[in-house]
């Protein structure tokens, strides 16, 4: 199965701070995401990319940056931290769209 | 407006009742699929079901395209079953509902 694992697991931040999230995947897949899920809101995509050197905005990418500089990790960075960006965020691989597999989730806190 | 809605938003059974949650969508359905997600947990795919019903050991889903809706059914429900249940449907991503929190209790 494949292995996404993220890094911090839990993060609490300053407003205003830089705050980086990381995502690695041992399993040479193309393409990664980043969502972010909150009550009510299912999981919704952040950014994503198809492969290393790439990224794209999905639908809510205002305030988050991603980089993919090589084929297993992906980050998303937050340059000024806001309360409203307090989420649980969840990377996650896979060769097609359809075939997506999870990392355990980071728990960011912004206060 | 949102394009996935699950209902109900949470669900608590007593172990070995059944369970059923829907999924509709505002939009045209090409396909769709179940993920499960562990309390405090990451998400894995249970079910991609295209059309029709589907079934892996207790649980079914079936699909009907035209109607734009899904349901997910658990049957002789169990408390390792305990967590969330998220439909999606699949375009050129996937767009997921908001989920239907499931407890099962001894």
């Known amino acids: 199965e494949a292995a996404v694992t993220q890094s911090p697991r839990n993060k609490v931040a300053v407003t205003g701070g830089k705050v980086t999230l990381s995502c690695n995947q041992t399993?040479?897949?193309?393409?990664m995401y980043w969502y972010r899920q909150d009550t009510g809101h299912g999981l919704r995509l952040i950014h994503y990319?198809?492969?290393?050197?790439?990224?794209e905005k999905g639908d809510i990418p205002d305030g988050y940056k991603a980089s993919r500089p090589s084929q297993e990790n992906f980050s998303l960075i937050l340059e000024l931290a806001t309360p409203s960006q307090t989420s649980v965020y969840f990377c996650?691989?896979?060769?097609?769209?359809?075939?997506?597999?999870f990392g355990p989730g980071t728990r960011l806190t912004v206060l | 407006g949102q394009q996935v809605q699950q209902s109900p938003t949470s669900l608590v059974l007593q172990e070995g009742e059944n369970a059923e949650l829907q999924c509709n969508f505002s939009?045209?359905?090409?396909?769709m699929q179940w993920f499960y997600q562990r309390p405090g947990g990451s998400l894995i795919s249970v079910f991609y079901?295209?059309?029709g019903t589907k079934q892996s050991g207790r649980l079914t889903s079936t699909t009907v395209i035209k109607e734009r809706r899904s349901s997910l059914h658990i049957s002789s429900s169990q408390i390792t079953d305990s967590g969330t249940y998220l439909c999606?449907?699949?375009?050129?991503?996937?767009?997921f509902g908001s989920g239907t929190q499931l407890t099962v209790m001894p």
């Open positions: 996650a691989s896979g060769e097609t769209v359809y075939e997506q597999y």
């Open positions: 399993n040479n897949h193309n393409n």
């Open positions: 990319s198809y492969g290393a050197g790439s990224t």
């Open positions: 939009t045209s359905l090409n396909s």
């Open positions: 079901n295209p059309s």
């Open positions: 999606a449907r699949r375009s050129w991503q996937l767009i």
